[in-house]
């Protein structure tokens, strides 16, 4: 092999990689990076920020150091970078020492382009010592966000990387994270000595995902009709509230013939290892987690998240829905919610023993939570600006691909308060709807319930509409959940004021299953569209790469990703030649596995 450090970045790109062309930031941070410059990176995932580093490591003379807080993430990426041919090894407590101490020696030896290490690790003293012995490339610090307070994963160990800067001035050092706020990006600056011209930031869209939330009736089924819909054959991640829920979920959709694993922190750790795993290393898995699972999940092909339950707030969401299409390709952030799940989430808040000041800051965040759930107007605009990013209307949205319907509710919500209103603020959301629609039952005649001047004020309209209603006013601040009363309903002051003032409201429409778009319709990518004989070129490649990775025990995706199968499909190369062209195939990956694959391309002709 020549020596790499002759090599130009698009030669590098093109050669290893076997790919055309850089994407958005990357060819300016390579550049700055490899003229010796310090960067601080902010990119959504899947935007391609390894190679922000990676690729400058092989073009500098001397070895990249990685950064990085999961073992697991570490192996993933050394696992990838080995079957480009590029010389990447972890160092990390999960070995022997044995293994340890040969690795440090090779490190010291130069046989390396790439060394991950843990923030432990790299500050131990003997470690910085054998590096002021070595050449070093660069040092670039993953999850960079780890770093600051102020960050969403404090950790301790990762604030005393500042010793960098003054340890190895000259050597660029690089922080890179996807989620971060001007207040961390700050703090990540001030440690790292970084200078504001070094800045890289992206947005923070990721528009291959699709965004959908719609009201929960029956979560389960309308989760059936989802993944029957559009990902009979993908992995997903399906999130729960609680373990019990998890359970339930996986067996259910096990039931129904689906591969679907429980994880959650109730499980032991072996059987969550094991579950993790599978995901990880199968085709067609579907977890069925709480949000226990997902930190350090870089698998790039997970095709749809799925939310059961509404989650704690934006951030939450953003990053949860975030492990979907990693890998650029179409992806669907899909979640159902319920009024419960939003009791739910303020009772977790109130019966926590934070203070009071921290408690009204985490209402404020679910409430922007359900501002975006019940927005009529584009997802991705909202939670965009959120981050105080901005985009046009997406039309990748389930209300941009079908702007939902408006109405003059004015007397709806009238009607709505005075039932609460009439049965004294002591009924849950079910009670008063029975009431409104004029239904009697032994509740309702206990307490005469069925003798209000509200009983069927509100027959016009089905009880699932309703519920959408109460929803609406709720996260409107009209009403009030109270978690800690069963869940009884009472009016706000906001919502004696719209009575008393006489406001006017509008809502949106309730809307059936039938009504809400599933799935990206417009820019559909040709494989969505692929003949069934491509289809079934796509599944024999597929299982050639299962046996491949199977044999290596790793991931299939590192030995290709599914846009490389799908470029396969599409350009059906007969040769090793044509198939280099094939983006996301380089030199080693194609004499190592090119002729398997060819074979299956010939043998369905
Ligand atoms: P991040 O770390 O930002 O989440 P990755 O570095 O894992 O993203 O990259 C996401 C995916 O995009 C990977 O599969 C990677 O191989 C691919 N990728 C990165 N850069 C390019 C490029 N220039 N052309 C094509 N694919 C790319
Ligand atoms: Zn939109």
């Excluded at 998890?246 to 067996?251: G, H, L, M, P, R």
């Excluded at 095709?303 to 704690?312: D, E």
């Excluded at 719209?498 to 009504?515: G, N, S, W």
């Excluded at 599409?570 to 398997?596: C, F, N, Q, W």
Aim: with cysteine.
């Amino acid at each position: 092999m020549p020596d790499l450090h002759q090599l130009s970045p698009q030669t590098v790109l093109s050669k290893y990689y076997g790919y055309e062309q850089f994407r958005g930031k990357q060819q300016d941070i390579i550049d700055h990076v490899i003229a010796g410059k310090h960067a601080l990176i902010v990119m959504p995932t899947g935007a391609g920020k390894s190679l922000c580093y990676q690729i400058p490591s092989l073009c500098r003379e001397g070895v990249g150091i990685i950064i990085s807080p999961l073992i697991a993430l570490m192996q993933n990426q050394v696992d990838a970078l080995q079957q480009l041919g590029i010389k990447a090894i972890a160092i990390n407590s999960h070995q022997t020492m044995e293994q340890q101490q040969s690795a440090q020696c090779r490190l010291e030896a130069g046989e390396f382009d790439l060394v991950y290490v843990s923030p432990e690790r790299l500050l131990m003293d003997d470690f910085l010592e054998r590096l002021d012995r070595v050449s070093i490339a660069l040092f670039a610090i993953d999850e960079a966000h780890c770093m600051s307070q102020w960050g969403h994963d404090f950790r301790p160990d990762y604030a005393r990387l500042s010793i960098l800067a003054k340890r190895f001035p000259s050597i660029p050092r690089l922080a890179l994270t996807a989620t971060a706020d001007a207040l961390t990006r700050q703090d990540i600056q001030n440690q790292l000595g970084l200078h504001a011209d070094s800045q890289f930031i992206a947005g923070f869209d990721r528009p291959n995902i699709h965004y959908s939330i719609t009201q929960g009736e029956n979560p389960k089924q309308q989760l059936l009709h989802f993944i029957k819909k559009n990902h009979q054959q993908d992995c997903g991640i399906v999130y729960c509230l609680s373990r019990k829920n998890v359970e339930e979920t996986a067996d259910w959709l096990t039931d129904q013939g689906f591969v679907a694993l429980p994880y959650h922190a109730g499980l032991s750790a072996a059987i969550r290892q094991k579950h993790q795993q599978r995901f990880l290393k199968e085709d067609n898995v579907m977890i069925v987690a709480t949000i226990a699972f997902g930190m350090g999940i870089d698998k790039p092909n997970v095709r749809f998240v799925a939310h059961l339950n509404i989650p704690k707030n934006i951030e939450a969401y953003y990053q949860e829905t975030g492990r979907a299409g990693r890998d650029g390709q179409t992806a669907q952030a899909w979640m159902v919610y319920r009024l419960a799940d939003v009791a739910r989430q303020r009772d977790f808040i109130e019966s926590s023993t934070a203070p009071e000041q921290q408690k009204r800051i985490w209402h404020q965040k679910l409430n922007a939570l359900l501002g975006l759930a019940e927005a009529p107007s584009c997802r991705r605009q909202i939670l965009l600006r959120y981050f105080g990013d901005n985009c046009r209307p997406c039309g990748n949205c389930d209300n941009c691909l079908s702007p939902p319907k408006k109405f003059d509710a004015t007397i709806d919500v009238q009607k709505a308060l005075s039932c609460i209103y009439r049965t004294k603020q002591f009924f849950g959301v079910a009670h008063i709807i029975t009431v409104l629609c004029g239904k009697s039952n032994a509740k309702v005649r206990e307490h005469g319930h069925d003798k209000l001047s509200t009983f069927g004020i509100g027959e016009h309209i089905s009880q699932k509409a309703w519920r959408v209603i109460f929803r609406q006013i709720a996260a409107l601040g009209l009403i009030h959940v109270d978690v800690q009363h069963y869940n009884r309903l009472r009016i706000t002051d906001k919502g004696f004021e719209f009575l008393r003032q006489k406001q006017t409201i509008e809502l949106t429409e309730y809307r059936t299953l039938k009504d809400t778009p599933d799935r990206k319709k417009p820019k559909q990518q040709a494989h969505e569209a692929a003949s069934e004989s491509d289809q079934t070129l796509f599944e024999a490649l597929r299982a050639k790469r299962l046996e491949i990775a199977q044999a290596q025990e790793v991931p299939p995706y590192i030995i290709f990703h599914d846009s490389v199968l799908w470029g396969l499909v599409r350009e059906k190369p007969t040769s090793l030649k044509a198939m280099r062209h094939v983006s996301g195939i380089g030199d080693v990956k194609l004499k190592r596995y090119g002729l398997p694959f060819l074979e299956v391309i010939e043998s369905a002709d």
